[in-house]
């Protein structure tokens, strides 16, 4: 079955701290990669997305993600967070022969304590 | 408008009331996409729509919810007979195609509450 998982549930950091949340898929085929965020009271916003070429991807406000094929993982990584990074954070896969059907994870709450 | 408006944002019915939900995506897209979302769970897949028809309506999880399109830009999500099950968030996204360079654009949801 397609799924998606995100080991971390909540995690609590401080600022400028290192960030590496785990995401691993289950997807035969081929597959399209991303991350969102959700800020408190915000709407669901992209953050990075793999399709193709190379497999460490960077995204806005410092976040990068790579892919490794071998894992089925496509982990999310920031070298110091802030703050205003607190917010929850999904990954999400399609296939690339149905990319109109994003399977999400759980979600992992981050919160940075200043 | 500039991003994808959704209404209503708050919906409390009663159990076996209908419900309709409205999505207006972002002017020009041709995809657009119902999710559901529970506490604590990430969105989950119901339909999306390339044009006017529903291109993948798999994650539909019964015959009582049901959307539509008809003109190819607004689309309204119905529930028939709700149950206590279907309080969630609602969300609707759209996006300019579903080629993966398309970026994915959600509005904030209609929370729906079945009391």
């Known amino acids: 079955a397609q799924s998606v998982s995100q080991h971390n549930h909540h995690v609590i950091l401080s600022e400028a701290a290192s960030l590496e949340l785990g995401c691993n898929y289950s997807y035969g085929g081929t597959v399209n990669l991303f991350w969102y965020v959700q800020y408190p009271g915000q709407h669901l916003q992209l953050l990075l997305k793999?399709?193709?070429?190379?497999?460490l991807v960077k995204g806005i406000k410092g976040f990068e993600a790579e892919f490794i094929k071998s894992k089925f993982s496509f982990n999310l990584r920031k070298p110091s967070v802030q703050w205003s990074d607190t917010a929850e954070y999904f990954c999400?896969?399609?296939?690339?022969?149905?990319?109109?059907?994003?399977?999400f994870g759980q979600g992992t709450t981050l919160q940075v304590k200043p | 408008g500039a991003g994808v408006s959704q209404t209503p944002s708050n919906k409390v019915t009663e159990k076996g009331k209908y419900v309709e939900l409205r999505c207006d995506p972002i002017s020009g897209h041709t995809a657009l996409y119902w999710y559901r979302q529970s506490l604590g769970q990430g969105p989950e897949f119901l339909i999306y729509f390339q044009g006017t028809g529903a291109a993948d309506d798999s994650g539909l999880p019964n015959d009582r919810f049901f959307a539509v399109r008809p003109e190819g830009s607004v689309s309204t999500l119905k529930i028939q007979r709700t149950e206590r099950g279907d309080s969630a968030v609602y969300l609707c996204?759209?996006?300019?195609?579903?080629?993966?360079?398309?970026?994915?654009?959600f509005g904030e949801g209609s929370w729906l509450t079945v009391v």
């Open positions: 996204a759209s996006s300019a195609g579903t080629a993966p360079g398309n970026t994915i654009y």
């Open positions: 793999y399709f193709s070429g190379d497999p």
């Open positions: 999400a896969v399609t296939g690339s022969s149905n990319t109109g059907k994003l399977i």
